[in-house]
């Protein structure tokens, strides 16, 4: 992918859960020659600034473990990642490559840097071993080979074209994750496997029988122009699994409610016909809510997609602080995105560099049945470090979240109708009560001004166009 680069790290990890926001992290950077600019640009010291308004926010306490067992794994990771030779694998040794300090979010989660200045290398640090943790616990859906043909069609494979249905497919999933094994929860080797967590898993197989395998996506979005062999857009592609979540909701009537999750697309006027940043209505999605419930509960866990096209052939750079700032939110699914014609899962961003989830690689298609404890799961996850410049994004991508319950989607929209407050006119999407407010709804006197849910502090918006002194400055590559 142009603009990108990546590192392979240990894919070594155990079932320890981390906390919300850890002491310290880092990643180094490197440029794709030896004349890289060892310096942070000046974007990319504002995005960081933008972070440090949002506070951290606390996993439910029902889904913390200890983080007394956090050390072990930690200080191995830590001994694997320093060792001489993952080092020459990683080029930590090569000259000429600066670390940065700056902090790395990744889906809600704040990855510290040290502020040890007699610590040359911060990528020795242990909050660097949770960031790869983390990272490697998400769940990686690539290009697949050698299953059924998908329905009337010849196609056994997606190489080459399903890269948007597998990006989506990485975002639900870890959706999915979050809602029933908790935001903390980490890939296991050596204990059993989270009989959730193969369950998740089989869900995303590649055949119909499981719920949402890319035979049931093609399925769904027919009248959104899906077919095996075609490309889709981001707003076709989120239209497509609310109509999939229906149809399935329909299909299970005997599920237990504490299981469903509803999906709702956020669009902007007349369902996003007239144009204009997308609207989080709440009286909509709380309706929503109670219709996926059949009326039995007003509120649902929701995973909430908007689409959003940025820009004409490039992504207008008045956005850039926005969309980084998305990371921080608690609820953050990541954006579906990459460069033009290249969908990627993009889940983190430390400066100006986003790290993401490749499917473009194709993989032989694993049967993991609902019940096999002991199914290789390797190829659903990765142990290398990809990122990509935000700037060089496509225009027309998406972002998702995921609100547990009605606290978490008010903490949601407290943080959103801030930050759209503050994006001069140009928000990436607005907050209303209803379909006839005339303006922004006023969330935070909605929930009374908790404590809980401190607002922002300030944020500067960078102007349309280039950043003064800085046409050129970002050409280094983060490794």
Request: glycine content about 8%; aromatic content about 8%.
């Amino acid at each position: 992918m142009k603009g990108s680069s990546e590192r392979i790290v240990s894919s070594k990890h155990s079932s320890i859960d981390s906390p919300r926001t850890v002491a310290t992290s880092t990643s180094s950077e490197a440029g794709p020659s030896s004349h890289s600019i060892h310096k942070t640009s000046v974007w990319s010291g504002f995005l960081v600034s933008a972070f440090a308004i949002f506070n951290s926010y606390s996993e439910p306490r029902g889904n913390k473990v200890s983080s007394t067992k956090n050390l072990g794994w930690t200080t191995a990771l830590k001994r694997v990642v320093n060792s001489g030779s993952m080092r020459r694998i990683l080029g930590l040794n090569k000259p000429g490559i600066s670390s940065s300090r700056s902090d790395i979010w990744l889906l809600g989660t704040c990855y510290k840097v040290t502020d040890d200045d007699s610590i040359t290398d911060p990528s020795q640090s242990e909050g660097f071993a949770s960031f790869v943790e983390d990272f490697s616990s998400r769940i990686l859906i690539t290009y697949r080979k050698g299953f059924a043909p998908i329905g009337d069609s010849k196609y056994t494979s997606d190489a080459s074209w399903g890269c948007m249905l597998r990006s989506s497919q990485m975002l639900v999933a870890q959706a999915l994750l979050c809602h029933q094994l908790g935001r903390s929860w980490r890939k296991t080797v050596d204990q059993p496997m989270d009989q959730k967590y193969i369950k998740l898993l089989h869900m995303f197989g590649d055949s119909e029988l499981s719920a949402y395998s890319i035979h049931n996506l093609l399925e769904a979005g027919k009248n959104y122009g899906l077919s095996p062999g075609s490309w889709v857009g981001p707003y076709a592609m989120c239209r497509t699994w609310e109509t999939l979540y229906r149809s399935k909701k329909h299909d299970t009537p005997d599920e237990d409610l504490s299981s469903v999750i509803a999906i709702y697309v956020v669009s902007g006027d007349e369902d996003g016909e007239r144009g204009g940043a997308p609207v989080i209505c709440i009286d909509d999605i709380t309706t929503h809510c109670v219709e996926c419930s059949k009326g039995q509960v007003n509120w649902l866990p929701i995973i909430l997609l908007v689409p959003l096209v940025l820009g004409l052939d490039k992504l207008n750079t008045r956005y850039l602080p926005l969309l980084g700032a998305t990371f921080c939110f608690p609820q953050s699914l990541g954006i579906l995105g990459g460069s033009p014609g290249a969908s990627t899962y993009i889940i983190g961003l430390q400066d100006d560099n986003a790290f993401y989830l490749d499917p473009h690689e194709v993989q032989q298609v694993v049967d993991i049945t609902r019940d096999n404890l002991e199914a290789d799961t390797a190829s659903y996850h990765s142990n290398i470090l990809r990122h990509i410049r935000l700037d060089s994004l496509d225009p027309s991508l998406a972002i998702g979240f995921y609100c547990r319950d009605k606290s978490d989607f008010d903490d949601f929209c407290v943080r959103a109708s801030e930050l759209a407050n503050r994006s001069n006119g140009a928000p990436l999407f607005t907050v209303t009560q209803s379909r006839k407010s005339s303006y922004p709804s006023r969330h935070n006197d909605n929930i009374n001004n908790n404590a809980e849910f401190p607002l922002p502090g300030s944020y500067d918006m960078v102007p349309e166009g280039e950043p003064e002194g800085c046409a050129h400055e970002d050409d280094w590559q983060l490794l």
